[in-house]
C-alpha cells in the first residue's frame, strides 16, 4: 500500500511526465527575446522575423523526393539535407537555424512527411555598430553572450513554449491526432540611461580622431554628472553587430569588450582634478598640512623623494611654472606641485580620499567584467611611489573609475552608483523594475567642488586645456598625457593622452572624459584629446538647444 501511494500520489507528475514524453514529439516556440531601447525610445537591439525547419527522419516517407525540394527552398546542399533526413540515430534533428519567411513559404502546405519548422526570431540591431561593446550580443541559440544582452539575459530571453505532436514509439505523428500549442512568454524590454544621439556624435567625433591620429584606440565615456547615468560609452575600433565576426575568435575578444569598464591604465595628469581635490578640502577644515588657495609652490622643476627624481614635463625656463598657485599648477600641469601635495597631506589622509573616489574597488556599474584597478597597499607603499600617485602614476584605474571620481569631484562632492538600465518592463509597458540614483558616499563639501570646478574653468580658459573651450559657454577640464610601460620600462614613443571636462561649469551637468591611446604624430592630451570633448559638448548643446552662459 506505501508503494502504491508513492507510486500514485508522490510520483504521479514525473511519470505523467515521462509518459507524455514517449507519445509525443516537441517543437520548441522560441519566445519573443525583449527589446533594448535607449533612453528617448529609440530601438537598438530586436528582432526580425526568422523560423527553424526540423526534421524527424523516422517519419520521413520519401526522403529523395524532400531532400530535393528543400534543398531548392533552403538554399543548402542536397547531400547534406539527405544525410539528414535519413539519420535515424536521432529522433530529431535541425535543418537549418532562422531562415527567412520567404525561404519557409517554399515548404509551407507541401506537408512533407517529417519535417517541420516554428518562428526561431534572429536578433536586429537598427544602428549596426552604434554602442556595440554595451548593447553586447546573443550567442547562436539566442542567449545574451556579451555587454548589457549578457547581463540582462534573464530579464530579455523570456521562456519558451512548443507544439506537442502525438506519435508512435518511432516518432510518426499518430493518424488523426492534433498538435497543442503552449505559447511562450516574451521577454521583458529594457530601457537604457544611453542617449543615441550622444552616443552617435561621440563616436563619429572619436572615429575622426582615431583615423586622424593613426591610435591603437579611442574611448570616451559621457556622463550626466548629477546622478551617474551613462549617456555615452565609445570604444574604438568596433564591429557591426548584424555581422559579428565569429569565425574570428581573437579580433571578436578585442573589439567586444568595453575597455572602459573592464581595463585599467594610468591616467597621468587628469587624476590631479582628486589630488586637488583632497587638497582644497583638507585646507578649508583647516588642516595645516594641507596647502591654502594662496600659496606659492617651489618653482623647482625636480622632486627628489627615496633618492628618486620626479620631474615637470616643462623645462622651467624663462620663468615658465614660477610662482605658482594651486589654480595655476593645475593650468600648467605641473607634477612637482601635485608631489608637494601628496606628501603634505600624508598616505594616510589621501588614502581616505582615494577611497572616497573610488578607487581600488568597483563602481558597481550594471554591466559585467568591471575591474576593480591597482591600488599599491598603504602599508607596503614607498614614498616615492606615492608621490607619483599625487600626478597620476604608480595607480591604475579604469575610465569609468576616473570619469566616476571626476564627477563627483565637481557636481558638490556626491558619488553615485553609475548606471546603464533606467526601467524594464513588460511588451504591454507594465513597470517591472524603475532605477534610481544611488548616493554612495560623499567625497568633498559643496564648497570644495565649487572652488575646485572653478579652477578648472581656469585650465580651459587659460590653461593647457584652451582646445576645449568653447565661445559663449562655461567648460572646466583637465588634460593628461601619459607616458606607457612595457616590461616595466617606459615604452618609447607611447602616450595615453586624455582630457575629462565637464559644463556648464557653474552647475555642472555633462562630463567626458576621452582617451586616446597611443596617437601618432601629436601626441599630448591637450592636442589630441581636448578637442575631442570640446565637440562633443558642442554636440550635446545642439541636440538640448542649450543657451549660452550670461555675462
Request: aromatic share 10%.
Amino acid at each position: 500500500m506505501a508503494r502504491f501511494f508513492y507510486v500514485q500520489v508522490i510520483w504521479e507528475d514525473d511519470l505523467n511526465a515521462r509518459a507524455l514524453d514517449q507519445w509525443t514529439r516537441e517543437i520548441p516556440v522560441s519566445a519573443g527575446r525583449g527589446n533594448i531601447y535607449d533612453t528617448n525610445g529609440e530601438l537598438l537591439a530586436g528582432n526580425t522575423p526568422a523560423y527553424t525547419v526540423y526534421a524527424r527522419a523516422n517519419a520521413v516517407e520519401d526522403a529523395a523526393g524532400e531532400a530535393e525540394i528543400l534543398s531548392s527552398a533552403l538554399s543548402l546542399p542536397y547531400d547534406t539535407v539527405m544525410e539528414r533526413l535519413t539519420d535515424k540515430s536521432r529522433s530529431e534533428i535541425v535543418l537549418v537555424k532562422r531562415t527567412d519567411k520567404a525561404s519557409v513559404q517554399k515548404i509551407e502546405g507541401l506537408d512533407l512527411a517529417g519535417v517541420y519548422y516554428a518562428r526561431d526570431d534572429a536578433r536586429f540591431y537598427p544602428h549596426g555598430a552604434l554602442a556595440s561593446q554595451v548593447i553586447g550580443f546573443t550567442s547562436y541559440d539566442g542567449a545574451g553572450a556579451t555587454g548589457l544582452e549578457q547581463y540582462y539575459n534573464n530579464y530579455l530571453a523570456g521562456e519558451r513554449g512548443e507544439i506537442l505532436y502525438e506519435t508512435d514509439l518511432v516518432g510518426v505523428d499518430l493518424e488523426g491526432a492534433t498538435a497543442a500549442y503552449i505559447p511562450g512568454t516574451d521577454g521583458m524590454d529594457i530601457t537604457l540611461t544611453l542617449d543615441y544621439r550622444i552616443q552617435a556624435i561621440a563616436e563619429e567625433v572619436m572615429e575622426r580622431a582615431y583615423r586622424e591620429y593613426s591610435a591603437k584606440a579611442a574611448q570616451v565615456i559621457v556622463l550626466d554628472v548629477s546622478d551617474f547615468s551613462v549617456l555615452a560609452m565609445v570604444n574604438l575600433p568596433s564591429y557591426d553587430l548584424n555581422e559579428i565576426p565569429r569565425d574570428d575568435l581573437d579580433t571578436l575578444n578585442a573589439r567586444s569588450r568595453n575597455g572602459l569598464v573592464s581595463d585599467v591604465y594610468e591616467p597621468g595628469s587628469t587624476f590631479k582634478v582628486v589630488t586637488a581635490a583632497a587638497n582644497i578640502e583638507e585646507s578649508l577644515r583647516g588642516n595645516p598640512d594641507a596647502f591654502a588657495a594662496g600659496h606659492v609652490f617651489s618653482s623647482a622643476r625636480t622632486r627628489t623623494v627615496d633618492g628618486t627624481t620626479i620631474r615637470c614635463w616643462s623645462d622651467h625656463a624663462n620663468g615658465k611654472h614660477s610662482n605658482q598657485t594651486l589654480a595655476e599648477a593645475l593650468n600648467n600641469s605641473c607634477n612637482p606641485c601635485f608631489v608637494d601635495i601628496a606628501l603634505s597631506l600624508g598616505k594616510e589622509t589621501f588614502y581616505d580620499y582615494l577611497a572616497a573616489f573610488g578607487f581600488g574597488r568597483a563602481t558597481g556599474l550594471d554591466f559585467s567584467g568591471e575591474a576593480i584597478g591597482m591600488l599599491l597597499p598603504e602599508s607596503t607603499l614607498r614614498d616615492c611611489d606615492f608621490a607619483r600617485i599625487g600626478f597620476g602614476q604608480s595607480i591604475a584605474v579604469t575610465p569609468l573609475q576616473l570619469a566616476c571620481a571626476s564627477a563627483a569631484a565637481v557636481n558638490g562632492g556626491y558619488y553615485y552608483a553609475p548606471r546603464l538600465v533606467k526601467q524594464i518592463s513588460t511588451a504591454d509597458g507594465a513597470t517591472v523594475l524603475k532605477t534610481s540614483p544611488m548616493l554612495v558616499q560623499r567625497t568633498v563639501s559643496e564648497e570644495a567642488s565649487a572652488i575646485l570646478t572653478s579652477m578648472l574653468e581656469g585650465v580651459v580658459r587659460d590653461g593647457s586645456g584652451k582646445k576645449a573651450y568653447i565661445e559663449g559657454y562655461r567648460v572646466a577640464g583637465k588634460t593628461g598625457t601619459a607616458q606607457k610601460y612595457e616590461d616595466g620600462r617606459i615604452a618609447q614613443g607611447k602616450y595615453v593622452s586624455s582630457f575629462v571636462g565637464c559644463f556648464p561649469a557653474d552647475n555642472p551637468k555633462y562630463l567626458a572624459l576621452v582617451i586616446v591611446d597611443e596617437p601618432q604624430g601629436a601626441y599630448y592630451g591637450s592636442t589630441v584629446a581636448a578637442p575631442c570633448a570640446k565637440e562633443i559638448f558642442e554636440g550635446i548643446i545642439d541636440i538640448f538647444g542649450l543657451e549660452p552662459a550670461e555675462g
